[in-house]
């Protein structure tokens, strides 16, 4: 599976973007699809994961209510909706993916497999 990341870019606080993690090979369904946000100088934090099969999403504290997730299984694409973005917000946006994912285990790095090149998110204030 190979794993592409697009869609990030400069916008104000407040703002939304829409993040894709499109993946090759396999059906978005059957793998369970994560993002990992980063800031320079600090470690790779969890942002939200969409488990593989059904609806099961689980996000981060600091998105919650903010972020959305949905899947495009024909484009075997996973977005990730950020809508009132904050400031601290900004950083490199990585998405994973993996099929054997545990609900348990979900938000570790080490969880993953397969991982796309980042997406660099600017939100200004």
């Known amino acids: 599976v190979q794993l592409q990341a697009f869609g990030g870019g400069l916008v104000q606080a407040g703002g939304f973007l829409r993040l894709s993690c499109a993946a090759s090979?396999?059906?978005?369904?059957?793998?369970?699809t994560a993002w990992f946000r980063q800031v320079p100088g600090k470690e790779r934090e969890f942002v939200a994961v969409?488990?593989?099969?059904?609806?099961?999403?689980y996000f981060a504290d600091s998105v919650k209510g903010r972020f959305t997730l949905s899947r495009d299984n024909a484009k075997y694409t996973v977005y990730l909706q950020m809508n009132s973005l904050k400031p601290e917000d900004t950083a490199v946006y990585y998405c994973?993916?993996?099929?054997?994912?545990?609900?348990?285990?979900?938000?570790?790095?080490?969880?993953?497999?397969?991982w796309g090149q980042g997406t660099l998110v600017t939100v200004s204030s």
């Open positions: 969409f488990f593989r099969g059904g609806s099961t999403k």
């Open positions: 994973a993916a993996s099929k054997q994912v545990i609900y348990s285990t979900g938000y570790r790095e080490s969880a993953y497999y397969h």
């Open positions: 090979g396999r059906s978005s369904r059957t793998i369970t």
